[in-house]
């Protein structure tokens, strides 16, 4: 059940976009909670798998898949829409990846991801709730506020006067959380290089 719910976040996000390409003011409107709904059933899922025992190797990596792939894509189409600057998305991605990489490293040795970073600093800032938790805030207000900010951009839109103000506090909302992305990556890639030059001994069975 939990795998489900994972996996229909993928149609539901492809729904999503098609909304914001092709809907008038009344559905990208709507569409704003409908991708906070997205968002949180992130949580939903592991509330799921863990009342009904389904936790699993294979949960985790598609929910991994499933949360990486959801704000890469939608970083993208903002910008393409020109909502933001392509640079959100490039910066994104490339921190995406770096990490991911850096992180392949230790986990082949057996480090689990947040044991790889050792000062009480980058552990605070990579693997604390507040800070995985205020990035989460920070991806899923930019979003819904982007949402919106397109929303009264449609020709027709309600209350034009407010468009200004909803783009103001998105822009605020993304690059909050560009920062809180480098913040939660830079010190996985600092430490990640000494980690590379000189990588623990893979651990054996």
């Known amino acids: 059940m939990a795998n489900l719910i994972t996996l229909a976040r993928f149609p539901l996000l492809f729904l999503y976009i098609a909304f914001l390409y092709y809907g008038g003011f009344t559905l990208r409107f709507w569409s704003a909670p409908f991708i906070l709904l997205i968002i ?10 863990r009342a009904r025992g389904e936790t699993s190797l294979l949960g985790s990596a598609l929910d991994i898949a499933t949360d990486r792939t959801l704000e890469i894509m939608l970083w993208v189409v903002f910008a393409h829409l020109g909502l933001i600057p392509i640079i959100v998305p490039l910066i994104v991605i490339a ?3 770096t990490v991911d990489a850096v992180r392949a490293v230790g986990m082949s040795s057996g480090l689990p991801p947040f044991e790889q970073v050792k000062s009480p ?6 693997a604390s709730k507040f800070m995985r938790s205020t990035y989460g805030f920070l991806k899923a207000a930019a979003f819904v506020t982007l949402t919106l900010d397109l929303a009264f951009r449609t020709p027709g839109a309600p209350l034009p006067a407010i468009h200004a103000l ?14 809180w992305c480098l913040a939660r990556g830079i010190p996985v890639l600092v430490e990640g290089y000494a980690l590379l030059k000189n990588p623990p001994p893979a651990k054996t069975a």
Do not use: E, P
């Open 95 to 97: 921190r995406g990846t």
């Open 40 to 49: 949180l059933m992130d949580s939903i899922d592991g509330i799921v798998a």
């Open 166 to 179: 909803i783009h103001t506090v998105a822009l605020v909302f993304t690059w909050l959380a560009v920062i």
């Open 121 to 126: 600093i980058s552990r605070f800032l990579v």
